[in-house]
């Protein structure tokens, strides 16, 4: 788990030179983060759903996750404001996506937890965060090729996993204000 001396925290709480930033109160890092816990949660729903071949619980968990990943994507805490807005416009879609097009949604909000993930372990070194979207690609492979099952019910434990990790960095890491 990474640890944070104050200097480093203050750099990474100011923008660069150049970019302003909307306000980004504690409250905010706190919805966030309780986002990503419902996240993870969600995977793991998902993958034991999958794996009992419960269709209304794999529907359930489905939209759990979209909800929980729209809610972090909207929370999210990312300086160059391209990304916030790629990142929210994935989450978006694939929610509004999520009860006519299962894999098109799946793919959005994928992606979009993906460059989470990725921007989360660019600024604070979470192993978890290396792994999850090279995994998540794989996964959504997996989904397109119709595997079986089992494999991906253990796919999406497996994320589960993953993400619990890297929230676990997250929650223990001091809350952020801008």
Known sequence: MPSMER????????????VVMPPYP??????????????ALGFFGQGIATLAANR???????????IALASAGWT????????????????TVGLLLWPWWTLGSWALTLSASAVM???ETHCFHFPAGRIIPWYSLA????LILGRPEWLIGCGWLGLATLWGWLVWGRLHLPLFEI
Do not use: M
Request: hydrophobic share 55%; no cysteine; charged share 15%.
């Open 56 to 66: 209304d619980a794999i529907a359930f968990f489905h939209g759990w996750l979209a």
């Open 26 to 39: 504690a409250a905010r890092d706190r919805w966030y983060r309780w986002s990503l816990l419902a996240a």
């Open 76 to 91: 999210f805490l990312v300086w160059l404001r391209n990304w916030r807005y790629l990142v929210r416009g994935l989450v």
């Open 7 to 18: 200097d480093q925290l203050v750099q990474h709480l100011t923008p660069p030179p150049g």
């Open 139 to 142: 996964l959504g492979a997996a």
């Open 117 to 119: 993930t990725a921007k």
